[in-house]
């Protein structure tokens, strides 16, 4: 079985990354053949300064070998050193359909939020359909806001596959049970579009910051308060023990315990559950080389699958 994950290297990953892609990521290379690529062609729609986009790829590439990621198992790479997949995008094209592409809920969800729409944010599920079929994935991870995208990829795959004979694998969806949507600072999904963001890896000042930031309502301290209806208790669930989390419930149904108190004990919990990958990290830091070298090995071993797709494709739509 092969899996296939990507992330856009758009800023510094935050709990939505690491809880809703980045562990799950982490934990799938023990259960097949994984991919995973850095998304650098994806973040171009949002027309990122190029010497940060440079920045963060790199960057998620340490964060990715600071969770745990084993470049033995998982074959881990940049996602334009694979030239084929936008190769492969423009194939693609023609089996795609503007209506397909006009109902798809996350660009029109980032016109709400003031995008400026161009053609990259409205064919970007084409380009992710291309990443997917370009490795015959069987298997994607994807959170509930992507499943249409994975859903769009296997109606493209099947109208080429129709037409053009049975080349595509057609991949199927996983979302975990365990996987929910992680609430931002204000209560909306957490997302570095939205600027609401929990940084994992972010210094101990900017990281209190961040969780003294978080919208509650002004019910005042000595009141009792409704821990099914508050951000902090819902990130708190995610680093903190069953009994941990049922001990700040109890503190919230008594009264005499404010936001404030709460909020301190999530940002210990965060700072105390990601020491260890925190430690890792600064490690890599000291060797950029090596997270490179890790980088374009794991290129070379996506092209060669890229290319026998490739020369499969391009033999069926009449390029060979």
Request: with cysteine; charged share 25%.
């Amino acid at each position: 079985m092969r899996i296939l994950s990507g992330i856009q290297p758009s800023g510094i990953p935050h709990l939505g990354n690491y809880f809703g892609m980045m562990r799950q990521a982490v934990e799938m290379q023990r259960k097949g053949e994984t991919f995973l690529f850095i998304a650098d062609y994806h973040s171009l729609t949002t027309l990122p300064d190029p010497e940060q986009l440079r920045k963060n790829t790199l960057g998620v590439a340490l964060d990715f070998l600071a969770l745990g990621l084993d470049v033995e198992k998982t074959v881990f790479f940049r996602q334009s050193e694979v030239p084929q997949v936008t190769e492969l995008m423009w194939i693609l094209s023609p089996y795609t359909t503007v209506g397909l592409l006009e109902r798809a809920h996350s660009y029109k969800d980032k016109l709400a939020h003031g995008f400026v729409p161009n053609h990259g944010l409205f064919s970007y599920p084409v380009l992710m359909a291309a990443d997917i079929l370009l490795y015959q994935a069987n298997l994607v991870p994807v959170g509930k806001d992507q499943k249409q995208h994975l859903e769009i990829t296997r109606d493209i795959a099947l109208r080429f596959n129709r037409e053009r004979g049975e080349i595509f694998t057609i991949p199927e969806e996983y979302i975990p049970e365990s996987v929910a949507v992680v609430p931002g600072t204000d209560g909306q999904k957490m997302s570095k579009s939205y600027n609401n963001t929990i940084p994992i890896f972010a210094p101990e000042k900017v990281l209190r910051k961040a969780v003294m930031n978080i919208v509650t309502d002004c019910t005042p301290m000595e009141e009792p308060k409704d821990p099914e209806k508050c951000n902090v208790i819902a990130l708190y669930k995610l680093v903190a023990s069953p009994e941990e989390v049922e001990a700040m419930k109890s503190r919230y149904r008594a009264g005499n315990y404010g936001y404030g108190h709460a909020k301190q004990a999530l940002f210990e919990r965060l700072w105390e559950y990601f020491a260890p990958m925190r430690a890792r990290r600064a490690e890599l830091e000291q060797n950029l080389d090596y997270v490179r070298q890790v980088l374009t090995r794991g290129a070379e071993r996506a092209s060669v699958v890229a290319e026998v797709t490739m020369a499969k494709v391009r033999q069926a739509v009449g390029l060979r």
